[in-house]
């Protein structure tokens, strides 16, 4: 029999075309039968059979099926309005899991539970199996995965652009307290909430030839006549605002080869050849930033940033636009924000579209381009400024070298036409520097092009105006702004933390979650000795989740009784782990040499997380300090329950939403002037604990707004670290002049944490001695004298909750959703869209 449908039906399905799932039951019947519909004909298993692995994937799917009614209704009214829409481009997004998200955002917790535990499931169990996608390294990556989460929860229309990393971050691993880099396979089981569509790959080309040819129309144009290409695979993402019926889309894109299997040379015997083009294509996107210390490796990232731009690029306008869409308008209905330099190479793509393909004269296509950019600046370090050599940009990238040289040389005549007697100036400004090599300055090059440039806190957007960038900030005096990071309280809190989210919405009601400056509401509570009670007990029960986490997971023993001390980042010397690490050795050399009784130490775990750069030798050596330090003092039955060393191996976003609510003293000790922002920092505070801290990045913006009596200031100010440098920073005084700082170092040197081995920590000890090029010998008398006060305020458990509270009482401006109002006031101007 053939079943036809009737001119009735196909009108009304084309009227409404509203998914048959919108009439899913919101109820445990309905759920239960969704979900076993999904184990038996989506996993091919009946429920008396399923792994784990299986129950997980139909549960996710199941949950996902009630997101996607709203995500298609997304989609179908932000086609029919054509919005003004924020793109944000991004090398990294780090998401965490997925699962309790998606349930969040649904609503669907409860019946979830429910609708498992009467199938005889642990909801706890299927959590455990979700495999994080590692496609971050750190703050960077976490930012942006915040910033989607509240443009969706804010009704602003947002598509976020990245890379769908086969391997993502490497897995870290510990052989005998030495990082060891394993490949991050998260996608070996499956990820149930990507949506593939190969249908939709774009082609992305590199290398090749630029040639001269009259266009029809008479005019000299170029031509860029590519030498390979690959095709650039898309994977969607839902991105659910909070119950509110918004579902935004990330796309990753993955690489392919355009013809990826040659059976002819497979016949001939040649079977790796045969798929050499698929291998090539594929490390594309193989792994999140290849170790660039090789020319292969940076011509790997340059590679992985134009073909993640380019895709987008492509998409956007070709299949996100409507048909026929003026692109003369374009500025009107999209903002590229590119996080950090990573994608700054769509400056000249954009150009190269408008030029190349649409046939625009050249400064209509610089009208637009220059209308639709804005750059987000996280670093103050200068090599942490992507420069990208030009023999290296002209051998991938031949046409958008020349477009680049082209926006430079507009860019210095208006130059020298304000500046006549000022060559050096130019010469600074310049978006191709000289020395050492010939190279494009992508900051520079954001800069010029870019609508805005801001600063995520308003030290770093001061010192970018003032240091980094200085030059540009008085030619643009309008273009820089400042825009304070933030993070997602659904996450950090809500979900990391439900003793005290539950605690917070009995006490002022559940708005907080998308209005986060209710937690003022929490201020006088703070002197109500019942709500401290309740919240320490909160606090006591996350140092107990914490503990089992650590055992089952690494092995690690800690005591929950003690003072929780945390220092998690990614490693390296600026963030001085060191500077911990000296007080911990200091401590430990002070009770073993008798100078203090351990009774008098207040007990405290010394946490860790860090991963250093594979290719970053002094940051693995000290991880493989840290650990060494912690096994000793671990294995010394004198200082068990009183001092812990505990670094878990492989930090991730699943791990801090762990350890970050069991923190009473978070660990945010960078040089001043060094930090952009930090992120962890307002974490930690929206989850209670106090901050021992320099006046660097946004701990500047929590101490003025948590009050001086409630964070632990030290060190030299920005200001005092120029003046100390310019004078000349001699090291090995602080070393000669301090007794505590002298016997650490040299126990160090002794190899008393190395077997006696004197030459394995080596040259930690001769860098610190002899170079320190961020101050922690300097900085490190000041910091032991905040510790001290940090142990005398801790002794008074009421003072301690008491201030604990007003922390998370003070820090609702650190909510990813004030920082999308800033930049949806000050950049995109791109107003919600209710649904």
């Known amino acids: 029999m053939t079943w036809t449908r009737s001119p009735a039906t196909v009108a009304r399905v084309t009227e409404n075309p509203t998914p048959i799932a919108a009439t899913r039951e919101r109820t445990v019947d309905g759920f239960v039968r969704e979900f076993l519909r999904e184990l038996n004909f989506g996993q091919g298993v009946d429920l008396s059979r399923a792994s784990v692995n299986d129950q997980y994937l139909a549960m996710a799917r199941t949950v996902r099926h009630y997101l996607m009614v709203r995500w298609l209704e997304t989609l179908r009214r932000q086609g029919e309005l054509q919005a003004k829409s924020v793109a944000y481009l991004s090398a990294e997004f780090l998401l965490g899991r997925q699962l309790d998200n998606a349930l969040l955002a649904s609503g669907l917790e409860e019946i979830v539970e429910e609708g498992l535990s009467s199938l005889g499931i642990d909801l706890a169990t299927l959590r455990e199996a979700e495999v994080e996608p590692g496609l971050g390294n750190g703050g960077l990556g976490r930012l942006a995965a915040c910033f989607i989460d509240s443009l969706a929860t804010m009704n602003v229309p947002c598509i976020g652009y990245g890379i769908r990393y086969e391997y993502g971050i490497f897995q870290q691993t510990f052989v005998d307290g030495w990082q060891v880099e394993k490949p991050d396979d998260w996608l070996a089981l499956g990820s149930p909430w990507e949506f593939p569509h190969p249908e939709a790959a774009v082609r992305v080309s590199f290398g090749g030839t630029v040639e001269q040819y009259q266009a029809d129309d008479g005019v000299i144009r170029r031509r860029w006549t590519p030498g390979w290409s690959v095709l650039a695979v898309p994977y969607n993402y839902m991105v659910p605002g909070f119950e509110n019926g918004r579902v935004n889309t990330l796309r990753l894109w993955s690489a392919e080869a355009t013809h990826a299997f040659d059976l002819g040379i497979f016949n001939s015997g040649d079977y790796a050849e045969a798929v050499r083009a698929q291998t090539f294509a594929e490390n594309i996107t193989k792994v999140l930033y290849p170790e660039d210390s090789t020319p292969q490796g940076k011509e790997l990232r340059l590679q992985q940033q134009y073909f993640f731009v380019a895709a987008s690029l492509k998409n956007f ?485 008491r201030s604990a509270v007003l922390n998370v009482a003070r820090a609702g401006f650190f909510s990813s959703d004030r920082s999308m109002r800033d930049y949806i006031e000050r950049i995109w101007h791109t107003p919600p869209v209710l649904p």
């Not at 203090?596 to 000290?622: C, E, M, S």
């Not at 762990?658 to 000790?669: F, K």
């Not at 990045?697 to 440098?725: K, Q």
């Not at 860098?767 to 032991?784: P, S």
Request: proline letters at 5%.
């Open 317 to 801: 306008i070709d299949e996100v636009l409507p048909d026929g869409y003026d692109l003369h308008n374009l500025p009107d209905r999209i903002n590229f924000q590119l996080n950090d330099t990573h994608p700054v190479i769509a400056i000249p793509e954009l150009m190269r579209i408008l030029v190349d393909e649409k046939g625009w004269d050249w400064d209509d296509a610089w009208s637009v381009t220059s209308k639709c950019f804005a750059y987000t600046c996280h670093t103050l370090l200068p090599e942490a400024l992507e420069v990208w050599p030009v023999d290296l940009l002209g051998r991938l990238l031949p046409r958008h070298l020349e477009i680049i040289y082209r926006i430079n040389d507009a860019f210095l005549a208006e130059l020298r036409e304000t500046y006549p007697d000022d060559e050096l100036r130019v010469r600074r400004m310049s978006i191709i520097a000289e020395y050492p090599v010939r190279a494009v300055r992508m900051a520079y090059l954001a800069t010029v092009a870019g609508t805005k440039v801001n600063g995520v806190a308003e030290l770093h957007s001061q010192l970018l105006r003032d240091k980094v960038l200085n030059d540009f900030s008085e030619y643009y005096p309008d273009k820089f702004t400042n825009v304070t990071n933030g993070v997602t309280p659904r996450r950090f809190v809500r979900l990391a933390n439900p003793g005290l989210s539950g605690l917070i919405t009995e006490a002022i009601g559940d708005g907080w979650i998308t209005d986060l400056d209710r937690l003022q509401g929490l201020e006088p509570l703070a002197d109500d000795s019942e709500f401290r009670r309740r919240f320490r007990e909160i606090k006591t029960a996350n140092k107990h989740r914490i503990a089992d986490v650590l055992v089952h997971r690494d092995g690690i023993v800690v005591n929950p009784d003690t003072m929780f001390d945390v220092m998690v980042k990614r490693l390296h010397e600026y963030k001085r782990q060191t500077l911990k690490l000296l007080h911990i050795v200091s401590l430990y050399e002070q009770v073993k040499s008798g100078k203090l009784d351990i009774a008098q130490v207040t007990p405290r775990t010394f946490a860790f997380g860090a991963k250093a750069a594979p290719g970053y030798l002094l940051a693995k050596q000290i991880i493989g300090l840290i650990n060494a330090v912690g096994r000793t003092i671990n294995d010394d039955p004198a200082l068990e329950g009183r001092l812990t060393v505990a670094f878990p191996a492989n930090y991730n976003v699943t791990l801090a939403e762990t350890l970050i609510p069991a923190a009473d003293l978070s660990e945010q000790i960078s040089l001043a002037g060094k930090e952009a922002s930090g992120t962890g920092n307002m974490k930690f505070t929206l989850n209670g604990a106090l901050t021992i801290g320099t006046d660097d990045g946004a701990n500047v913006e929590i101490r003025r707004l948590v009050g001086d009596d409630h964070f632990f200031l030290f060190g030299l100010t920005e200001p005092e670290v120029s003046d100390l440098v310019d004078r000349g920073y001699h090291p090995s005084a602080y070393y000669e002049t301090n007794a505590d700082l002298r016997h650490a170092l040299d126990l160090i040197a002794s190899g008393a944490f190395s077997r006696g081995d004197r030459t394995v920590f080596e040259p930690i000890v001769s860098n610190l001695l002899h170079e320190d090029r961020f101050l922690a010998l300097a900085d490190f008398q000041a910091y032991v004298d905040a510790q001290a006060r940090v142990d005398t305020f801790y002794a008074d458990t009421d003072q301690w909750t």
